[in-house]
């Protein structure tokens, strides 16, 4: 059965980290592009910061470029977002997502597959 099952969301204060995490099973991520996207109540997903498997080519939204970075570990089989100097506009549901032809990075169409959302919260 093919999954992605993320986590590491939680409550931090702003200026803090998060570091979130999603784990592949049933398939073999590193042929996968993946991405990582956000959705706040009441606002459209978007794609926060999204990694291709052809080329390496990173992609960022322009709100977390310098303060998100995104990284795989294909060994584990996990993908990662860290999340630096948090802000109260970073607080929303992430989904994690991988598409194995994904031409477009960051455009929720491209990918195949999603994981459970992980609620990251940033407050004092």
């Known amino acids: 059965q093919l999954a992605l099952v993320a986590s590491g969301g939680g409550l931090v204060q702003p200026g803090g980290s998060l570091r979130l995490s999603c784990a592949a099973s049933g398939f073999d991520l590193d042929v996968y592009s993946i991405g990582w996207f956000r959705q706040a109540p009441g606002k459209e997903r978007e794609g926060v910061s999204c990694?291709?498997?052809?080329?390496?080519?990173?992609k960022y939204a322009d709100s977390v470029k310098d303060r998100f970075t995104i990284s795989r570990d294909n060994a584990k089989n996990t993908v990662y977002l860290q999340m630096n100097s948090l802000k109260p506009e970073d607080a929303a549901d992430y989904y994690c997502?991988?598409?194995?032809?994904?031409?477009?990075?960051?455009?929720?169409?491209?990918?195949?597959?999603w994981g459970q959302g992980t609620q990251v919260t940033v407050s004092s």
């Open positions: 997502a991988a598409g194995r032809w994904v031409y477009r990075l960051c455009v929720t169409s491209e990918y195949d597959y």
């Open positions: 990694l291709s498997s052809r080329d390496g080519t990173t």
